[in-house]
C-alpha cells in the first residue's frame, strides 16, 4: 500500500493564523515603545528642569519680572495684590524712565526703613536667584515719574503739579485726593540722571515729597530704577496696559530751558518669580520636544 507524504505536521495540527502572529508582534513592539518613551520622559526630564531654570533666570534678568503691590499707594491704578509686568529690556539699551511711566525701582534711601524684612532660608534664596520666590533682601518701590532730569516742577497747595509751567490734569489720583495739599514742593529742578516721582494715591504715599530732607533730596537716581511696569498680569478681572497719560504729552511740557528762564525751579513692592519661572518653563518644552525628535528620528534613521 502506498503510504502518502506527510506535510510536516500532525494530522488535526491548525496553521498558525499570519496575521494574528503579526498583530501579536506589533502589540509587543508597541508596548515596548511605549516603556521606553516613558523611560525616556523621566531620562528628560531634568534637562527639561534645568533649561526652563536657565530660561527663567535670564528672563527675570534681562526681559521681564513680575511683581506684587502689597499697598494702597498706587490706587486706583494699582491696587493690594495686583501682579505687574515689568519690562526690564529697554533699561539695558539706554532707556531711561519717561513722565508719566509707572516705574519700579530700589530703595534710594531708605525709603522703606523700618518695614519688617522676613529672614528667608536657603531654599528660599536659591528659589528667589532663579525667580520661582520673591527676594526678600530687596526692597522695591513702585510710583509714577513726574518729571525727569533737567525739569522744573512744583505743586501749591489748593493747585494743580505744575511741570516745565504745565499744569497736569491727574484723572488718575485716587478719587477725593488732592493734587499735593498734604505735602507741597517746589518749585525745585530734578538733577540730570535722577527722577521725581509720585504716588496716584496722593495722601497715602511716602513719595519724593517727603524724602526731600534725605542724602538724595527725593530724587530717585536712574541707575536705581528697575524698569516700567507695562501691564497688570493678575487678577485676570484686572488685565490692562499701563500707558502713559495724555497730558504729559502736551506741547511744550518738555520744554526745559523755558521752565529755568522763568525761575520755576512709602510702598514696598515684592517681586514675584512665577512670571518668570512660567515662561521659562514655556520655553524649555519647545526645545526639549525639538531634541527628542532629533533623537527619536537618529535612532529610526539609523
Known amino acids: 500500500m502506498a503510504v502518502g507524504a506527510r506535510s510536516g505536521r500532525d494530522e488535526g495540527e491548525e496553521r498558525p493564523d499570519d496575521d494574528a502572529v503579526e498583530r501579536e508582534a506589533g502589540i509587543e513592539e508597541d508596548g515596548a515603545a511605549k516603556e521606553h518613551a516613558h523611560r525616556s520622559f523621566w531620562k528628560e526630564l531634568p534637562l527639561l528642569i534645568g533649561i526652563a531654570l536657565l530660561l527663567a533666570l535670564l528672563i527675570k534678568t534681562f526681559l521681564v519680572q513680575a511683581f506684587s503691590i502689597p499697598s494702597d499707594s498706587m490706587q486706583n491704578t494699582l491696587q493690594r495684590g495686583d501682579r505687574v509686568l515689568v519690562d526690564k529690556l529697554t533699561p539695558w539699551f539706554g532707556s531711561e524712565p519717561e513722565r508719566g511711566e509707572v516705574v519700579v525701582f530700589h530703595d534710594p534711601a531708605n525709603w522703606l526703613s523700618g518695614e519688617p524684612t522676613p529672614e528667608p532660608n536657603i ?3 536659591v528659589l528667589s536667584k532663579i525667580g520661582l520666590m520673591p527676594d526678600a533682601a530687596e526692597k522695591d518701590l513702585i510710583k509714577r515719574t513726574i518729571a525727569i532730569g533737567g525739569d522744573t516742577v512744583e505743586c501749591k497747595k489748593g493747585g494743580p503739579v505744575v511741570v516745565n509751567g504745565k499744569e497736569l490734569d491727574e484723572p488718575y489720583i485716587y478719587p477725593g485726593n488732592t493734587p499735593c495739599d498734604d505735602a507741597p514742593f517746589g518749585p525745585i529742578t530734578v538733577p540730570k540722571g535722577k527722577i521725581w516721582v509720585m504716588g496716584d494715591h496722593r495722601q497715602n504715599s511716602q513719595d519724593s515729597r517727603y524724602h526731600m530732607q534725605d542724602s538724595t533730596q527725593g530724587f530717585v537716581p536712574v541707575d536705581k530704577v ?10 485676570l478681572t484686572r488685565w490692562s496696559t499701563l500707558p502713559v497719560p495724555e497730558t504729559f504729552d502736551q506741547p511744550g511740557i518738555g520744554n526745559q530751558a523755558a521752565a529755568t528762564a522763568l525761575g520755576l525751579g512709602a510702598a514696598g513692592l515684592a ?9 521659562g518653563l514655556a520655553g524649555a518644552v519647545p ?8 533623537l527619536t528620528s537618529g535612532r529610526t534613521d539609523g
Open 123 to 125: 531654599f528660599q534664596q
Open 287 to 294: 526645545l526639549v520636544m525639538w531634541r527628542r525628535r532629533k
Open 271 to 279: 517681586p514675584v518669580g512665577l512670571g518668570s519661572a512660567a515662561l
Open 226 to 235: 528697575v524698569g516700567r511696569a507695562v501691564v497688570v498680569a493678575w487678577p
